[in-house]
């Protein structure tokens, strides 16, 4: 069975600190990779997608992918109270639908 | 550009009522359609999806149903809610590029169903 595994947190920040967010899972197999930022209430938001290994950036957001180690995670730059927000994990392989983490609950204080 | 749609946003039911939930995608042609239900402090649980009209893939037997009579719409019912129906629904929509599910997924803005 395939797993997404994400830490439930709340992961707590400082205003403009780094935030780190990781997830990992099972199948090797493995060929995209998202994440999804879900405010309290709302429904999951597309953030970014990965589907090599190394480092994607787009503005304060940057996807690592190692698929070696079935490891990919979100890195927020100068983090906002306004990324407070569920970050959820998701992976897809092929003819599979996509396997969603549980996510990660995200606090970024003033 | 895209968008989907989903109504109604919010309603209350009692058990053994039924259930229609509709959700439209505009702006694509053959998408990938999925149900996805989340429970309050659970993760997503995909429901149903079709990859094309008349097409239906049930993921967890229970006593919810999808159709998707046109290409861009996709219906959730129940004939009879049960308490355990409660929860966020979440319609979603891919680009078909390649391997069906590898493509980007993309959220309605949920409807939340309150069984009593």
């Known amino acids: 069975q395939k797993e997404v595994e994400q830490n439930s947190g709340p992961l707590s920040v400082p205003e403009g600190a780094i935030a780190s967010l990781n997830c990992t899972y099972s199948?090797?197999?493995?060929?995209?990779f998202f994440w999804y930022r879900q405010y309290s209430g709302k429904s999951p938001e597309l953030i970014m997608s990965?589907?090599?290994?190394g480092d994607k950036e787009d503005g304060r957001f940057t996807a690592q992918l190692n698929k070696a180690s079935q490891y990919v995670s979100l890195l927020i730059r100068d983090s906002q109270p306004s990324d407070s927000a569920t970050y959820l994990c998701?992976?897809?392989?092929?003819?599979?639908?996509?396997?969603f983490g549980k996510g990660t609950m995200l606090l970024v204080s003033p | 550009s895209q968008t989907i749609h989903q109504w109604p946003a919010t309603l209350v039911q009692p058990v053994g009522s039924p259930l229609s939930l509709e959700c439209t995608v505009e702006?694509?042609?053959?998408?990938?359609l999925y149900w996805y239900r989340q429970a309050a402090g659970r993760g997503l649980q995909l429901l149903f999806y079709?990859?094309?009209?008349?097409?239906i893939s049930s993921e967890v037997p229970q006593n919810l149903s999808a159709s998707r009579p046109q290409d861009r719409q996709f219906i959730l019912s129940s004939k009879k809610l049960l308490l355990s129906d409660s929860g966020f629904y979440l319609c979603?929509?891919?680009?078909?590029?390649?391997?069906?599910?590898?493509?980007?997924?993309?959220f309605g803005e949920g409807s939340r169903l309150t069984v009593l």
């Open positions: 979603a929509w891919s680009v078909v590029a390649g391997a069906p599910h590898t493509g980007e997924l993309f």
């Open positions: 199948d090797r197999g493995s060929q995209s």
């Open positions: 990965i589907y090599s290994n």
């Open positions: 998701a992976v897809g392989r092929g003819y599979s639908t996509l396997t």
């Open positions: 702006g694509t042609s053959n998408p990938n």
């Open positions: 079709s990859v094309g009209i008349g097409q």
